[in-house]
């Protein structure tokens, strides 16, 4: 094994990557990219959209994301190779359906780091007793990618240490979220009712499933990782299916004691003014210990989210510069690290770039459409699959498929936009990234 890491070209283009991550490793990267600005801060962004009824908006991205995580699963099973979708999508579609779903993934999940980074400012700003105005915001936010980019660029052994740390310290705090708001949560029904306000219709439900359905979507980083992964075609659908039931669990039970707490609106206010929604709710419980349990919590939430995202994205642009669809110097590999530095600095720096916009809500939203395209390709890549390769039946990803383009233009219409022209932008570059390859 040592020799195949280190073998190849003198440049490290044509080196592998270890496979050093088991199911539980697995599934803590899923957790780490799960559980972090779904849970912290994405929550107000639905409330303020649907009400109450982004509890509802909750139960439907979580069905929806558990056809696209099975149909991730054995998509990953079959080709345990890092790119994800961007793999599938060559192998199973088009080269032009492959590269954008690579195009969407970069697009969607800087976006996503971003507002993970905000949100980490936002509550260490908080916790500080400082106001988080966007400028403070943004500037913290880039200083935070800058510091997890030179972690991540430094190999995934090291990176995986820490992200059990920043996982484990997340449950514990979202665990004492949930026990000791429950019984306040429980006796303040009025938050609830009507479930249904006037001013939301089927419309903002969808939206808001829209945006809940981002905050789900961190087991992708198993299936990117797949060239890392002991057992692929084991280990790598029980980690995604592990992810997702643990994370419905939680995402449950913290949504219902924070509409309960503080009621919708008072979440939705919380998340755009502060970007630190839960802490809010830790205050308005009264319990002193609760308030600094969570901004611990949301930091080692959010600091796991940006690791993992970064090792998602770096993946994916390891794949697309292999291939030639970006550039070939991005393939390189460190021997001595075995991780693609190259790739992670400019990861980092695309990230850093979306997190000086300083608004969770438009990094979220830009996210949500660009995601939603990514996923749809993956369900039609599953489609593809052979009777004797496919895990789970066709339905599950014609359902995802159906569900993924369905909300994804129930986004708000700049949103949407930018994401066709970006699409369009993507295969222009393409075209021309051929052209070069195939020119004498």
């Known amino acids: 094994m040592k020799a195949q890491e280190t073998s190849g070209a003198a440049d490290g283009t044509s080196a592998s990557l270890r496979r050093a991550v088991g199911v539980p490793g697995a599934v803590l990267m899923g957790l780490g990219s799960i559980l972090g600005t779904g849970v912290f801060v994405s929550l107000g962004l639905g409330a303020g959209i649907a009400g109450p009824a982004v509890v509802l908006a909750v139960a439907l991205a979580a069905g929806v994301a558990a056809c696209n995580g099975l149909s991730s699963a054995q998509l990953a099973a079959r080709h345990p190779v890092s790119g994800g979708t961007y793999e599938y999508g060559y192998r199973r579609l088009t080269p032009a359906l492959g590269f954008t779903a690579g195009w969407m993934f970069l697009c969607a999940k800087s976006a996503s780091a971003a507002t993970a980074a905000l949100g980490l400012a936002g509550y260490l700003l908080s916790a500080l007793g400082r106001d988080p105005g966007s400028t403070d915001r943004a500037l913290l936010a880039v200083a935070a990618v800058a510091v997890l980019t030179a972690v991540v660029a430094g190999g995934i052994t090291g990176s995986n240490r820490l992200n059990a740390i920043m996982v484990g310290t997340t449950i514990l705090a979202l665990a004492a979220f949930v026990a000791i708001g429950t019984p306040a949560a429980l006796g303040t029904r009025e938050h609830f009712t009507p479930?249904?306000?006037?001013?939301?219709?089927?419309?903002?439900?969808?939206?808001?499933?829209?945006?809940?359905?981002?905050?789900?979507?961190?087991?992708?980083?198993?299936?990117?990782?797949?060239?890392?992964?002991r057992e692929p075609r084991r280990s790598i659908p029980r980690a995604i299916i592990t992810a997702l039931v643990v994370t419905l669990l939680l995402y449950a039970a913290v949504v219902t004691v924070g509409i309960g707490a503080v009621g919708a609106d008072r979440l939705a206010a919380a998340t755009l003014d502060t970007a630190a929604p839960l802490e809010e709710v830790a205050r308005q419980l009264g319990h002193p210990g609760l308030a600094v349990a969570i901004v611990v919590g949301a930091v080692t939430a959010m600091v796991s989210v940006l690791l993992n995202l970064l090792l998602g994205l770096s993946r994916v642009l390891l794949a697309m510069a292999r291939r030639g669809d970006m550039p070939r110097a991005l393939a390189h590999i460190e021997t001595r690290s075995a991780s693609p530095a190259r790739a992670v600095v400019v990861v980092g720096v695309g990230v850093g770039l979306f997190a000086l916009t300083g608004s969770v809500a438009t990094t979220w939203s830009f996210s949500a459409f660009t995601v939603l395209v990514y996923y749809a390709l993956t369900n039609l890549a599953a489609l593809q699959l052979a009777p004797e390769d496919r895990l789970y039946p066709r339905w599950i990803s014609w359902l995802g498929l159906a569900s993924c383009l369905g909300l994804a233009f129930w986004v708000e219409t700049r949103f949407w936009a930018a994401g066709l022209a970006l699409i369009g932008v993507g295969l222009l570059w393409h075209q021309g990234a051929k052209r070069l390859a195939s020119a004498p």
């Open 195 to 229: 479930f249904f306000s006037e001013s939301v219709g089927l419309r903002d439900l969808l939206h808001a499933t829209a945006l809940m359905f981002v905050a789900y979507t961190g087991y992708g980083r198993i299936a990117t990782l797949g060239e890392e992964v």
